[in-house]
């Protein structure tokens, strides 16, 4: 009997038109352009401007364009995935409002929230729907606002952070290519060290928050970029690992995009060269669950059928994972 996996049939990205450089940056808090790229490896970030506009719209717009470039109607998606840590609500979740953005009716949506490790999560459970012989025709959105809740006086923080999403199609293969394998992890010790306090049940909106600043990101530096320098490459080593593939073997690197020693670290892990690995960190910043498909997005034109991917993430919670799968676009 022929295996049944879930590849990916289409990429599309959407990024914002604004673009906040390192020198603008400057200008708002004590920091230059040299501190920054030679700790992040960040040149710019894009930025959602305009009353109203919340990652749905982005997710929105990368979901459109997913349609139109594969010749998919809306009537044919049988599932949407939502990767994302800004929703624009508590609820409804961000899924169901791209569905109606995009004129996708009368099926199931949801959100997922693993932070920068969302897309990862998203693509694994959706590829599940998809092995079971379920549904047909899956979109999975990573979109994140992260400007939203970036203090933009806390340099530690608003140097790393941009705003955009992407989506991809999942369809079924017989033919070997796609998703042949995925980890995913968590361990809470981690909450301490990478968060937004308020804003949930714990702590719901009072004058006191927002005084406190407590509704923006808070991050540890040291205890994050330890922790996602061992689980990022550990996750990253195993996968390969269990599915017997050497370094030679792996085509592409797609790392999510925090920080380009944590990137460096662990492709050293994997014994990948950098050549290998697909980094767009410079222009676009940490766009949390949006990092991920918009360097798929990026990086299409190089890729070849038949390539052997590696997706890693890494992300507050703590959450990690890393996705094995075969390219199936191309001749």
């Known amino acids: 009997m022929t295996q049944i996996r879930a590849s990916i049939t289409g990429i599309q990205g959407y990024v914002p038109d604004y673009i906040l450089t390192n020198a603008e940056l400057e200008t708002m808090v004590a920091t230059n352009d040299e501190w920054i790229v030679s700790r992040t490896g960040i040149k710019e970030r894009r930025i959602l401007k305009g009353e109203g506009l919340g990652s749905s719209h982005m997710g929105a717009e990368a979901v459109k364009g997913l349609l139109a470039k594969t010749n998919t109607s809306p009537e044919e998606i049988d599932l949407l995935i939502c990767a994302t840590t800004t929703p624009d609500f508590i609820f409804p979740c961000t899924a169901n409002l791209i569905c109606d953005m995009v004129g996708i009716r009368n099926i199931g949506s949801f959100d997922i929230q693993a932070a920068c490790s969302g897309f990862v999560y998203a693509l694994t459970l959706g590829s599940q729907f998809i092995e079971t012989g379920k549904y047909k025709k899956i979109v999975v959105v990573g979109t994140d606002k992260m400007s939203a809740i970036v203090d933009y006086t806390d340099r530690k923080t608003c140097i790393l952070f941009g705003d955009g999403a992407g989506a991809v199609l999942l369809e079924p293969d017989a033919e070997g290519y796609g998703i042949i394998d995925s980890i995913i992890r968590s361990d809470g010790v981690g ?9 949930g049940s714990r702590y719901p909106p009072t004058h006191e928050t927002v005084e406190n600043r407590w509704h923006h990101v808070y991050q540890d ?7 996602a320098v061992t689980n990022m490459a550990d996750v990253s080593a195993e996968i390969m690992e269990r599915n017997n593939l050497a370094s030679e073997d792996v085509a ?6 925090a920080n380009r020693r944590i990137i460096e670290a662990t492709a050293n892990r994997m014994g ?3 050549d290998k690995v697909m980094m767009n960190i410079q222009k676009y910043g940490n766009t ?5 498909p918009l360097c798929l997005w990026d990086y299409e034109a190089q890729l070849k059928k038949g390539d052997n991917l590696i997706l890693s993430a890494f992300g507050g919670g703590f959450t ?11 001749a």
């Open 288 to 292: 949390t669950a949006a990092t991920i």
């Open 221 to 227: 530096g040291a205890q994050v970029f330890k922790f």
């Open 272 to 274: 990948v060269s950098m």
């Open 320 to 330: 990690w994972g890393s996705v094995y799968l075969k390219w199936a676009i191309g």
């Open 191 to 199: 909450y301490p060290y990478l968060h937004q306090k308020a804003g």
């Open 252 to 257: 592409w690197l797609v790392p999510h995009q």
